[in-house]
């Protein structure tokens, strides 16, 4: 029930999009930013996957690794690889 808390899931969209954008934004005035974006990535065997990047100048400028896994991530990963 996403209304139930007044709106809540929608302001956490908008919230998400809003950091988003301004990560990209201040990427592409020159200073660097870290944010998680869906992207083209050889992380995994996945073409495309949801990760940290960093933002700059031309975008995206560097994927960062996944980092360490723990049992439950690395199940859910090949799950989606399925």
């Known amino acids: 029930n996403a ?3 007044k709106g809540s899931a ?11 954008g301004k990560a990209v934004l201040a ?3 020159g200073r660097r930013r870290v944010e998680c974006a869906y992207c083209k ?12 990047v960093v933002f ?3 975008g995206i400028v560097k994927v960062l690794p996944l980092g360490e896994l723990n049992e439950y991530e690395t199940k859910r990963l090949e799950e989606a690889k399925a």
């Open 56 to 58: 700059g100048e031309g």
């Open 10 to 20: 929608t302001l956490s969209m908008a919230y998400a999009g809003a950091r988003f």
């Open 27 to 29: 990427g592409l005035s």
């Open 41 to 52: 990535s050889d992380v995994s065997d996945l073409p495309y996957f949801s990760q940290k």
């Open 3 to 5: 209304k139930g808390g």
